[in-house]
């Protein structure tokens, strides 16, 4: 019978050659993480969140508005897609502009 995987998977403990694997940042995966927070970022900052009009066209009066977008929810999103931004802009000039050096530890 084999020997059974689980207890390696469930262990706190990482495997032996957990630190000779090396990962390497590669331009496309900067590029995607680049352009995904960046748009999301963006597309958090406008207004297309928070729709006047709901199902069947109809339209919402100023305090139902209100009552469905709340300032909480309003201001933690457009913070979600500014950090998204930041983020963006981080991930897109690392290794351009900071962190040029691989870190050989």
Known sequence: ??????????????????????????????????AFALGLGA????Q???PKKVKAGKVLTSVEWEKMYPKWYRTSMRATGLGLIVFGCV??????????KKVQS
């Open 43 to 46: 597309y958090m900052q406008t």
């Open 1 to 34: 019978m084999a020997e059974s995987n689980i207890i390696n998977l469930l262990s706190q403990n990482s495997p032996e050659n957990s630190k000779e694997i090396q990962y390497e940042d590669c331009i496309p995966c900067q590029v995607m993480a680049t």
């Open 91 to 100: 991930r897109g000039s690392e290794h351009w502009l900071w962190n040029r």
């Open 48 to 50: 297309h969140l928070y």
